[in-house]
């Protein structure tokens, strides 16, 4: 079993940045594919990003791509996703996941453990 927290979430203005965590506990965290994805009311699950295992392979989605930069930081068992540039449309539930899997995984369905989410709210 491997458990997840994120934190960082929060109200920010059009245009602000947020950096997201997420904590991982309970197997070797550096054997997991780590991603991100954001819920909005209304809305499908969608794919923000993704990075391996070893911190050296990622993936984001087109939408966000030059905006949002995830990290992990093995020694803490913590991923990281730096969002710049927000806009209203990024205002969504933000859950980290993992996968144990030297791949790296950008559908939901392919992730294992998902932590409990943390709102990001886009709003002058």
């Known amino acids: 079993q491997v458990q997840l927290v994120e934190s960082g979430g929060g109200l920010v203005q059009p245009g602000g940045s947020l950096k997201l965590s997420c904590a991982a506990s309970?197997?070797?965290?550096?054997?997991?594919?780590m991603g991100w994805f954001r819920q909005a009311p209304g809305k499908e699950r969608e794919f923000v990003a993704a990075?391996?295992?070893?911190?050296?392979?990622?993936s984001y989605s087109n939408s966000m791509k030059g905006r949002f930069t995830i990290s992990r930081d093995n020694s803490k068992d913590t991923v990281y996703l730096q969002m710049n540039s927000l806009k209203p449309e990024d205002t969504a539930v933000y859950y980290c996941?993992?996968?144990?899997?030297?791949?790296?995984?950008?559908?939901?369905?392919?992730?294992?453990?998902w932590g409990q989410g943390t709102q990001v709210t886009v709003s002058s």
């Open positions: 996941a993992a996968r144990y899997t030297t791949a790296v995984p950008t559908t939901p369905s392919e992730y294992n453990y």
């Open positions: 309970g197997r070797t965290f550096n054997t997991y594919a």
């Open positions: 990075i391996g295992w070893d911190g050296r392979s990622t």
